[in-house]
């Protein structure tokens, strides 16, 4: 029985954000195990963050700007503040570059996904450079960055209050469950205290405004960043496979080539269905593939903690010491920024292909399941 819970527990670690734990709240009765605090050094609070992304993107406007965009259902709310590089206000202009969206701190436990926004937007407005490279060898001028910094804000307050452990939003549901491919399908070893999809498709607000800013910006790259692992994903999360054809080659290729420069070939790579051995269902990056048509759509993985530890979440998806913390977002952001060089070139926006492709995204519909 104890070699099954280990066998169980070490599996589902593995998984990262697809992944169950036994819930630290489950068992009163039971000796709490060790749980390692925040680093309040090394990571911002949620709201603190997102106050230094907004007064870094007020010092650079010729290159940034940032809104917050707000929805809510039954008295329950979220704001989601979205950082935008490159917008030229032309849309002549704007129509010939390549767009890219990145979506960060999606389940609150992973604080590390938010820091690396932050110094993203940092290097963005040439506030910090990559180590060993110049901000002009980066290539972005004919890219349109849109970047949500903190998605899932209110369940980072619970996270903050001491609920290490929480990855769902302020009012239970995993907003990596809650959209519309493949919604509510459950595993058997499902655990509605990580996995609680909703009680419908975009139920939740934050999962309806990402929504919204990924069907009116139509991008060509979508990421979802999140820890746990460490890994390259592409789709499929719901099934084990990935795209037929040139998406899924050019998918395969870009992750093959990011995994070897940047992560010294350890990453895992392929679909998340197949690459953690366990199916996700209602996942964003499904969503944008199948529903949105984002012809490159991945999910990054981004820190992988000690895998013997039990329950000491801080500690298991996010670096406690700062040079383990420099060194995720050093390489974090030099393969994000590796992506907008490469992504671009994979997918040749001025292709035939690729205007079909965004053809289908014009007429892209909601896909229940
Ligand atoms: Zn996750």
Not at 324 to 339: G, H, I, K, P, Y
Request: charged share 25%; proline share 5%.
């Amino acid at each position: 029985m104890a070699a099954l819970f280990l066998l169980f527990s070490s599996s589902l670690y593995l998984l990262a954000c697809f992944p169950s734990f036994p819930s630290v709240y489950a068992d009163a009765g039971r000796p709490q195990p060790f749980q390692t605090p925040i680093n309040r050094d090394l990571y911002h609070s949620g709201t603190d963050l997102i106050e230094k992304v907004e007064s870094l993107v007020h010092r650079h406007p010729d290159k940034l700007t940032v809104e917050t965009l707000k929805s809510g259902t039954g008295g329950y709310n979220a704001d989601v503040t979205v950082v935008t590089y490159g917008q030229s206000g032309n849309q002549s202009d704007d129509k010939s570059k390549s767009r890219i969206l990145l979506d960060f701190g999606q389940h609150s436990r992973e604080l590390i996904t938010s820091e690396l926004a932050l110094r993203i937007v940092s290097i963005l407005g040439e506030e910090q450079f990559l180590p060993g490279m110049d901000h002009d060898s980066l290539n972005l001028e004919n890219l349109v960055i849109k970047l949500v910094p903190l998605e899932n804000l209110n369940g980072r307050k619970l996270v903050e209050a001491g609920k290490l452990c929480e990855r769902r939003n302020g009012r239970g549901v995993d907003l990596n469950r809650n959209w519309g491919v493949d919604w509510g399908r459950k595993e058997k070893d499902y655990d509605p205290a990580e996995e609680y999809p909703g009680t419908a498709p975009f139920s939740e607000p934050e999962t309806k405004i990402i929504r919204e800013i990924a069907t009116s910006f139509n991008p060509h790259i979508w990421v979802n960043v999140h820890s746990g692992t460490e890994a390259l994903f592409m789709p499929y999360d719901h099934k084990n496979s990935t795209p037929d054809g040139l998406p899924g080659q050019r998918m395969r290729a870009l992750t093959e080539e990011l995994n070897m420069v940047h992560c010294h070939g350890h990453c895992k790579i392929g679909s998340g269905g197949t690459s953690v051995g366990y199916l996700a269902h209602g996942t964003a990056t499904d969503y944008m593939y199948e529903a949105v048509r984002v012809p490159m759509s991945f999910t990054f993985e981004i820190y992988a903690g000690d895998k013997t530890l039990n329950e000491d979440c801080f500690k298991m998806f996010n670096p406690v010491d700062q040079t383990t913390f420099e060194r995720v977002l050093d390489q974090w952001c030099a393969t994000l920024f590796a992506l907008f060089k490469l992504g671009p070139r994979e997918i040749d926006v001025h292709s035939t292909k690729m205007e079909n492709s965004l053809d289908q995204a014009d007429n892209r519909v909601d896909v229940h399941l």
